[in-house]
């Protein structure tokens, strides 16, 4: 079978395919072949040695992935073969608080990853998906979806959720806080992007572009008190224009790292919202699989940019990192 590896951090020419041999599944293992995986800006990140967590290096990228079980070794009674799977982002996290040990442990970061043709893992680590997804839909689930999903705990119909840029958490997080009932203002920074945004449910669409301090707009568009959740993916070049725009009670989910800016926060300003700084990681596999059935009995449909072959993976990643997508940017593996 081939996988690819990285082999050191920097560039593209490092992404190498390498034959390899697999053995059989042991006890409480199943075999995968592996259908189809996509992209995160965290594998961005890691090619470019800016993530932000020790990272090791020759090993098979990707932490997202849907395939089918090939062949389960002896005590596995989760799947049998034909069961269609995705993985859990952390390969050891099953519930309960997020663990602070070697169960934290990352694909692609601190161990092989998905950008392969088949795989062996325990059977724990995946969930089943949802019937109504194709397998190339299915693999944009595991880390963007369940990260929107963790974030949204707690919402209640009626709030007004604002959301940063056309991202994958992004997008997921407009589409099924609109499931549950939510308002929704997302910024972005293109009239095209605003139309497809405002075409997936977006309520109000405010451009980040023209409108750097787009707090006055986001608490103006809601009556003047100020949103109930913002799905917090800029991290230091938003931050302040989130805690401007959260109501008193409010939560800012912090996410992610995509916009450069000042690091520190201003404490007056943050003790004055009275907001709730709630940081995500992702989520457990008990996460993925209550986010599941929801996407299931609503039919939602990942948005997916574009399709490579596995043996367009290179492709793949550099139309990603040229930042112009709108959508998952997703790998079949045939
Ligand atoms: N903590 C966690 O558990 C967790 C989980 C998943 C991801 N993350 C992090 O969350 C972030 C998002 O990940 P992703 O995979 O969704 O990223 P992505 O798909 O690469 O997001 C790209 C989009 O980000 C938007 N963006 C960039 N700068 C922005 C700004 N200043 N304001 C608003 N939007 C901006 C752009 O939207 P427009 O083109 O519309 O302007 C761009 O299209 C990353 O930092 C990632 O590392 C964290």
Known sequence: MQSYRLESFGNLDSLVLRHETLKQPGPGEVL?????????FRDLALLHGTYPMT??????????AAGEVVSVGERVARFKPGDRVANNFFPRWFGGPFPRTSASEQY???????LTEQKIVSAETLVAIPPHLSFEEAATLPCAAVTAWTALAGLSAGDTVLTQGSGGVALFALQLA???GARV????????????LKGLGADEVINYSNCPDW?????????GRGVDRIIEVGGPGTLTQ?????????????????????????????????????????????????????????????????VFAFDQALEAWR???ARQTFGKVVIAHG
């Open 55 to 64: 990272c090791q290096l020759n090993l098979i990228p990707l932490s997202d």
């Open 178 to 180: 609109k499931l549950l």
């Open 242 to 306: 989130s805690i401007r725009a959260i109501s008193v009670g409010g939560e800012i989910e912090v996410i992610g790292f995509l916009a450069a800016g000042e690091p520190s926060i201003d404490f007056s300003s943050l003790f004055l919202s009275g907001a709730t700084l709630r940081r995500i990681a992702v989520g457990s596999r008990s996460d993925f699989e209550a986010m599941n059935r929801v996407v299931s009995m609503h039919n939602l449909r990942p948005v997916v940019d574009r």
């Open 185 to 196: 203002i997302a910024t972005t920074s293109s009239p095209e992007k605003a139309e497809r």
């Open 32 to 40: 995968i072949k592996v259908k189809a995986t996509s992209l995160n």
């Open 215 to 223: 707090s006055v707009q986001a608490r103006n568009l809601s009556d």
């Open 108 to 114: 692609g970061s601190d161990q092989d990853g998905w």
């Open 319 to 321: 139309h990603f990192d």
